[in-house]
């Protein structure tokens, strides 16, 4: 009898499959969702069929041209007659490129943050990913390294940054910082050649690379470096381009000594942005807004080229201590302009070569032909340079150039990934002035789970970041019991713990699967297990600790905190549609619900999306496609934080409550990112999408808050821009 059923409910689930059983659901019943155009958009042509609500009138708009629903927080313009929604992508760049005050909003940070209100409030909406947990870091010590109680670290100032403050008591005069991040060895620019350079190879840059002319506060804010700057002017054309004209100190030296000078200021960036160092570094420069860069300069190949020219017209060497950089009026307006002035310090001749001239005849700034040389194969000479300068890991590689920040590296091996940096003894001093008083730093990799004992052998001075319940336990413990031998501060993070999703693939693509999901997780229970009580949750995308959230708090900020409840969970779901069983009747409340997409809307990824093994798929049905609401979710192997998710989201009752099922693989970091991107960064891609949901971190410790670009739903930006492969039906405005 039992196999008989067995095979009575395969059979039906075949033919539910096929679209063969009989059906309720049609084309005529699928209700035009706001969703369904985004799913739409790959049938049309950016620019022509469709452009985003911020590039058709953004310009134009102030924050007194909006107006917010009271209930919902969402803000709204006025367009040709017209009220529309504003959306994730005209949010983010109205609150870098449109901070002129304006109503009631007196200054422009009163502007930001009044743009910033409206972007959290509707991503809180969107979530186009769910805060797990945001937890506290503690910071362990040997009480040999005075000055941390004075000078503590926080979000914005990490230990690598706060050392300058410090001193050590150590016979050695040395402190020994770690990571669990591999450190490279590539320390004179961490990004080279790279994408996402590791966090310890960031360090040992910062480290290295100093006398900036705009410096990161100890607060995550910008100001003017006075150890360096004599004097900074400000103009604006006719045109609207903006020029910061920047003096520097004429008592500024490099670590052997020698004189530094504006052309050490600005001979790196007339390099990186020449198709010699795209060939170095096998990776073109992005992202910079320099007069003349992108539509002149990078495209000039040397001698007899036949596109650009070899003039950077954006930038200008009036004497030996002063030049200038000119902005492209679009950019002018940016909150963080002040960043556009921001040059570091690195040796010309290191960049350029022997004999290599920075000249200027009045139309910007340009290199003498040396620097283009090629050899028989047409490959660029200084290229093989500059390639090696940045990956050779030899002791005397480092030693080739001077370093000018407050430490040099003396030397890395590669083999325990441990790098040994000395004391710049003609170090100016950074933003406060300070310099560095502690002789030697030696940063090295280092095992979580093997740190403390390593600290108590005296192998660490230093653990950073350390959480979650048990970790943070021990690390006290150690702290209380040693009699002032070791010693910790603490501080919030900056950031969380996420289920992250691709936002436009498979069921996770619709803001109420998403929502749905957040409801049916206790995220506060999650967020107390994970953290051992060392922490919370956060509603969205911030640091509680910014300024500009308090400034959004105090303008009266509405955010939805998603308390657990199945019962609105099923209820987000069933206003979205997701009202049917997979033969197309009406579902009843068992098993796996299912989402009826138009025929002309749903792409080739999703008409294949399917649960990992197969048991579930979408499926076609009286001209409508029904998708079922199974969440492929890729955790990270050896992770405390994949397996709570085994039980707060896979195994969580709420979620089979809700009509949801979630199938979950486990890997590494990297086969995790490729499946995100879906594209082989990595070389682990397939080329076939499987997963919408992964768990990872997000920090937002940069002194820039700024999401520009990453919410764009223009095709040419999105692969490469996107934070969440999200597009915001809101953004979207026709032409035609």
């Excluded at 409206?118 to 005075?146: C, F, G, H, M």
């Excluded at 048990?470 to 919030?492: F, I, M, P």
Aim: proline share 3%.
């Amino acid at each position: 009898m039992k196999k008989l059923l067995a095979l009575l409910m395969t059979l039906s689930m075949l033919l539910s499959v096929v679209g063969m059983a009989s059906a309720d659901v049609d084309a005529a019943a699928v209700a035009d969702q706001p969703e369904f155009q985004v799913m739409t958009l790959g049938n049309y042509k950016y620019g022509e069929d469709y452009s985003s609500l911020y590039d058709k009138v953004g310009a134009s708009i102030t924050i007194a041209d909006v107006h917010e629903d009271e209930e919902t927080g969402f803000g709204y313009i006025t367009v040709d007659g017209e009220e529309k929604l504003l959306g994730l992508d005209f949010l983010t760049m109205a609150m870098v490129y449109n901070t002129t005050p304006a109503g009631d909003y007196e200054t422009e940070d009163d502007v930001y943050a009044a743009w910033w209100r409206l972007y959290i409030t509707r991503w809180n909406y969107l979530l186009p990913e769910v805060p797990l947990y945001s937890n506290e870091y503690y910071d362990l010590y040997n009480a040999q390294i005075k000055g941390v109680e004075e000078h503590p670290t926080n979000p914005f100032w990490s230990p690598a940054r706060a050392l300058i403050d410090w001193s050590s008591e150590k016979e050695d005069d040395s402190i020994i910082l770690g990571s669990s991040t591999e450190l490279s060895g590539q320390f004179r620019v961490p990004s080279f050649g790279k994408s996402s350079p590791g966090s310890s190879d960031n360090d040992i840059g910062g480290l290295t690379t100093g006398l900036d002319t705009v410096a990161t506060t100890k607060e995550g804010g910008y100001e003017w470096n006075d150890t360096v700057v004599v004097s900074h002017e400000e103009a604006t054309d006719d045109a609207g381009n903006l020029t910061y004209t920047i003096k520097i100190a004429d008592d500024l030296k490099f670590s052997d000594g020698s004189a530094v000078t504006a052309k050490d200021y600005i001979a790196f960036t007339l390099a990186s942005l020449s198709p010699v160092y795209t060939e170095a570094a096998s990776r073109e420069s992005s992202g910079l807004t320099i007069l003349g860069w992108k539509d002149a300069y990078q495209l000039y190949t040397g001698p007899g080229s036949e596109a650009g020219t070899k003039e950077l017209s954006g930038i200008h060497l009036i004497d030996d201590y002063t030049f200038s950089v000119t902005i492209p009026a679009d950019y002018a307006n940016y909150f963080y302009k002040i960043t556009y002035g921001g040059f570091s310090a690195s040796p010309a001749a290191a960049w350029l070569g022997e004999g290599v001239e920075i000249k200027d005849d009045g139309n910007g700034c340009y290199l003498s032909d040396e620097f283009y040389a090629k050899d028989e194969e047409g490959k660029y000479l200084q290229a093989a340079k500059i390639n090696k300068l940045c990956t050779d890991v030899s002791e005397e590689n480092y030693a080739s150039f001077p370093w000018s920040g407050p430490y040099v590296v003396k030397s890395f091996d590669n083999t325990d990934s441990t790098a040994t940096l000395v004391k710049n003894e003609y170090f100016k001093g950074n933003y406060e002035g300070a310099t560095p008083h502690i002789g030697t730093i030696i940063y090295k990799r280092v095992v979580s789970a093997t740190q403390i004992e390593d600290f108590k052998a005296g192998g660490l001075d230093v653990i950073a970041a350390i959480t979650g319940g048990a970790d943070t336990d021990n690390a006290l413990k150690l702290a209380d019991e040693s009699e002032g031998k070791y010693v910790y501060t603490h501080y919030s993070r900056a950031g969380y713990g996420k289920l992250g999703f691709r936002a436009d693939y498979g069921p996770a693509q619709f803001a109420s699967v998403r929502q749905a999901i957040a409801l049916c997780m206790d995220r506060a229970q999650f967020a107390k297990d994970f953290t051992g009580g060392y922490g919370g949750v956060v509603d969205g995308p911030y640091y509680t600790g910014s300024w500009m959230y308090k400034a959004a708090v105090e303008q009266g900020m509405l955010l939805d905190s998603y308390a657990t409840s199945a019962d609105a969970a099923i209820e987000v779901l069933e206003e979205d549609g997701w009202i049917w069983n997979a033969d197309g009747t009406e579902y009843a409340g068992e098993g796996v619900r299912y989402k009826a997409i138009p025929a002309d809307k749903i792409n080739e990824n999703d008409k294949n999306y399917q649960s990992v093994d197969g048991t579930y798929k979408t499926v076609e049905v009286n001209g409508v496609y029904l998708m079922p609401l199974v969440i492929n979710w890729f955790g990270t192997a050896d992770n405390e934080f994949t397996d709570l998710l085994q039980t707060g989201l896979k195994e969580n009752e709420n979620v089979a409550k809700a009509g949801m099922v979630v199938y979950n693989t486990i890997g590494d970091f990297a086969p995790m990112l490729d499946e995100l991107y879906q594209q082989a960064a990595y070389g682990f891609y397939a080329g076939t999408p499987m997963y919408c949901a992964f768990n990872f971190a997000t920090g937002f410790n940069s002194a820039a808050y700024d999401y520009a670009f990453n919410m764009t739903i223009d095709p040419a930006m999105y692969d490469d821009y996107s934070s969440y492969y999200i597009k915001d039906f809101a953004d979207i405005c026709w032409l035609k």
